[in-house]
């Protein structure tokens, strides 16, 4: 589904109707004519078919002079145009669950009427079904431990007697996405800078290690490439660098591995090999030897064995070919690498602000084999999150939260 209304909360993006991702903006509501809306309840006339049975929607939102306004409105009956899985009604507790709970996609004709540029989503639960549930924090007890997967809500899975939602494409509402469940992690202080995730206490780059890419043709600082993973023992990673002639000093440690590459200019690719033994995070520090670095990196992962399911925070792999998107954070531009084209493909490159509204369409003809492309003029953009999205005939092939800095 393309964009839709729901509440304060706007989806950006549903990639199936059972798939959430990217998360919901909570800085701004979502509105359209006069009226911004707080949140669309509903309440199925039978909660065995509840989007399709019909039922009544209350939306409360704010008039012009700022006072909270509740309407009630009937849906008729085979209005929805999808149901989706839910688990906590908008607007409870955090710390409150409903088993049988969801969420129901309408179409704005069969509600108000008259069609508007995105269906509505509300939230609906069986207030019967709903109980309080210990699943963030596990280092606290379950005075009612959860004994088995079935003893927690559909969408959860039972772990050391507590109930974690799972996270199978790496996003989640709350916390991180640590070996497939959400986990709430203890705050960084101080709190960790933009394009950074703060997990255990620690910051990390909010990017997947296999496929990240980096380019630095400049500066004389120390840089450092701090990484958390979920790729289990015995997985092989492939660091490739180039130093571009200019001496660079690389150190690589974390998960078993531990090693130093000393001062060195190359003229081309290197490639070394390390095979991860146990822990998640690793840390790569590269370091300007004489006059400042300038260097090129990548990593890869052979057969990418993992503890859970695949994180996929930006690029995708699709027959053998790779799309790789950079830098991140950015300042002014964004450069697109394509490996291994197969044929030539005529596609797209778009920009979405974090409301999911389109900032940025580019038509671009990719050439079989590599292509560079550069996306500039994004100085004037405002700091924050962007999602950059590219398209092969019309299908997404990569796309990858960046952040805009000063």
Not at 117 to 122: N, V
Not at 177 to 204: K, L, R
Not at 253 to 280: A, E, K, L, M, R
Not at 348 to 368: C, M, P, S, T
Request: glycine share 10%.
């Amino acid at each position: 589904f393309s964009n839709s209304y729901f509440g304060a909360w706007r989806c950006e993006v549903c990639s199936s109707e059972t798939n959430y991702i990217f998360g919901n903006d909570q800085d701004a509501c979502s509105s359209f004519g006069n009226w911004q809306f707080t949140f669309f309840d509903f309440v199925p006339n039978d909660y065995s078919n509840p989007c399709n049975s019909g039922g009544t929607l209350t939306i409360m939102d704010f008039d012009d002079n700022g006072t909270a306004i509740i309407h009630e409105v009937e849906v008729p009956a085979n209005s929805a145009i999808a149901e989706l899985p839910g688990l906590q009604p908008f607007g409870s507790s955090l710390n409150t669950w409903c088993k049988n709970s969801g969420w129901c996609l309408f179409d704005a004709l069969d509600v108000y009427g008259f069609s508007m540029d995105k269906p509505l989503l509300a939230t609906w639960a069986q207030e019967e079904s709903c109980e309080e549930i210990v699943w963030d924090d596990p280092t606290t007890p379950n005075p009612d431990p959860c004994q088995s997967d079935n003893d927690c809500p559909p969408g959860f899975v039972c772990v050391d007697g507590n109930c974690y939602q799972e996270c199978p494409d790496g996003e989640c509402l709350y916390g991180v996405c640590i070996e497939g469940i959400c986990v709430e992690s203890p705050e960084c202080e101080p709190s960790c800078p933009p394009g950074y995730q703060c997990i255990e206490g620690d910051c990390y780059l909010n990017e997947e290690i296999c496929g990240f890419y980096e380019e630095v043709n400049g500066g004389s600082g120390i840089n450092t490439y701090n990484f958390y993973h979920d790729l289990a023992p015995g997985t092989v990673i492939q660091f490739s660098y180039n130093t571009l002639t200019r001496e660079d000093e690389i150190f690589i440690s974390g998960s078993g591995i531990q090693d130093h590459i000393p001062c060195v200019g190359t003229n081309g690719w290197q490639t070394v090999n390390y095979t991860i033994t146990g822990g998640h995070a690793i840390t790569i520090t590269v370091s300007p030897c004489q006059s400042g670095s300038k260097y090129h990196f990548s990593i890869t992962c052979e057969g990418a064995l993992r503890n859970g399911p695949p994180i996929n925070r930006g690029v995708e792999d699709k027959d053998e070919e790779k799309i790789v998107i950079y830098p991140n954070p950015f300042v002014s531009s964004i450069d697109i690498k394509a490996f291994n084209i197969a044929s030539p493909f005529d596609g797209q490159i778009l920009l979405f602000d974090n409301l999911g509204r389109e900032i940025l369409r580019k038509e671009v003809a990719f050439e079989a084999g590599d292509n560079s492309l550069n996306i500039d003029g994004l100085e004037h953009l405002s700091t924050g999150v962007y999602l950059v999205m590219v398209r092969k005939r019309g299908e997404v092939c990569a796309f990858r939260k960046v952040v805009k800095v000063e």
